[in-house]
């Protein structure tokens, strides 16, 4: 049987198939999960990151596999649902984030921003996990000191509640979990499971979250710290629970506690200075080496220069002494050539002494006073730089005798 469709049904047809795709394009769920951890009694915040997504015309914030709406934004209105777990505890803005405060586990789970734009839907979610808070924050929580004879019940009491705060009991150093109390919930529970010493000994005041310790004993001698998360605020208190043996009061006890505190503190004190004063005196200390350092430094490369300046004297010395030799021997050598020349000029210029010469024949010989030849005028006769071409007889000129007369001499 052939089924003949009009246009119209085609039409329709045709719409619901792009209508269909479209939905699949666009209302395809995401299997991307955001995990985020809380510490209980802390606040957390879930931001979706919006500002990728145009044209949102309304978001709902889901919770739980059910999926139940615990906020929504539609438009610019922000708005609620009734749901007891999260009482006063939800805030959400119009960038989508939603912030739960004052959590507890059982907040764990599921949440799923819906997210409805103009080209379609989209999801984000996140998986919540809140754990039990440990003690890190309380070292600025103040210290009480609680005395107790041993046997006797001891109450820690809290401060002022408002009615949705969650407190968390923690025993000695290592913050052992022993007692929490959900004054909104009115449920309390005991960790006697983490030390048997409190079994079956640990109360809560359901009103107030105060621990009592019912027959006490000197093992529960200790530091308690308590933990209160509200909706306002978190903050922590801090006692140091010390039970004493009967025969001691309670003042007695509490001064020796008193007595070893400030024991402690003055051990903690003189640690201080004594580091301080170490320190410091390791610091001079370390001055003074680098200066020592710093001077032996200067006082190698001053000896340094002078052992190059003592090499550069000794090198100078040994020229001159060098030239002081040669000089030496020009001076000898100047001396021995001087010498010899005048000798040689002496020998040159020796007078010879002229004993009746023909000349003194001739003439008569007249003779001056000391004997040497005259001649007719009183002239005396000599022979200078006598060589053999000058052998003869020389008469005197009358202009007296020069240095190339020849002359007679004795």
């Known amino acids: 049987m052939t ?9 329709t047809l045709k719409i619901v198939l792009f209508l269909l795709i479209m939905c699949g394009v666009f209302c395809a769920e995401t299997d991307e999960v955001k995990s985020v951890s809380v510490m209980e009694g802390d606040a957390v915040t879930l931001n979706p990151d919006l500002t990728q997504i145009k044209g949102i015309v309304l978001l709902l914030w889901r919770f739980g596999d059910k999926g139940s709406t615990v906020a929504q934004i539609d438009g610019n209105e922000i708005l609620y649902e009734d749901d007891e777990i999260f009482i006063d505890r939800l805030q959400l803005d119009q960038s989508g984030s939603l912030t739960i405060k004052n959590t507890r586990t059982k907040h764990t789970g599921l949440y799923e921003a819906e997210i409805s ?3 379609g839907t989209s999801y984000i979610r996140f998986s919540v996990t809140v754990y039990e808070s440990p003690p890190e924050d309380s070292y600025r929580a103040e210290m009480k000191s609680v005395p107790v004879t041993e046997g006797d019940p001891v109450a820690l009491r809290v401060p002022q509640l408002y009615g949705d705060e969650l407190i968390v009991w923690r025993f000695g150093d290592e913050g052992k979990l022993i007692a929490k109390h959900d004054i909104e919930a009115k449920s309390s529970s005991f960790y006697d499971e983490t030390d048997e010493r409190f079994r079956n000994r640990l109360e809560l005041d359901p009103q107030t979250g105060s621990l009592i310790i019912t027959n006490t004993k000197s093992t529960d001698s200790g530091l308690y710290i308590v933990k209160i998360s509200s909706n306002k605020q978190t903050s922590y208190q801090k006692y140091f629970v010390t039970i004493s043996v009967p025969g001691l009061s309670p003042a007695a006890v509490a001064g020796i506690v008193v007595v070893l505190l400030v024991i402690a503190a003055a051990a903690a004190a003189a640690g201080v200075l004594f580091y301080r004063r170490r320190t410091s005196e390791l610091k001079h200390q370390k001055s003074k080496i680098s200066e020592c350092h710093n001077e032996t430094s200067e006082i190698s490369e001053k000896l340094k220069r002078m052992s190059e300046i003592s090499e550069e004297l000794k090198q100078m010395t040994e020229d001159c002494e060098k030239e002081l030799r040669n000089i030496c021997e020009r001076l000898k050598q100047m001396c021995t050539d001087a010498t010899k020349e005048e000798m040689e000029k002496g020998e040159r210029e020796r007078r010879i002494v002229v004993k009746d010469t023909a000349i ?16 007719m005028h009183g002239k005396s006769l000599v022979v200078r730089n006598t060589s053999t071409e000058h052998t003869g007889v020389h008469e005197s000129t009358g202009k007296g005798v020069n240095e190339d007369t020849p002359f007679i001499d004795e």
């Open 3 to 11: 089924i003949k469709l009009s246009i119209e049904m085609k039409s």
């Open 360 to 375: 003194s024949q001739a003439t008569g010989g007249p003779r001056g006073a000391d004997g040497r030849v005259l001649d």
């Open 117 to 119: 734009h103009n080209t």
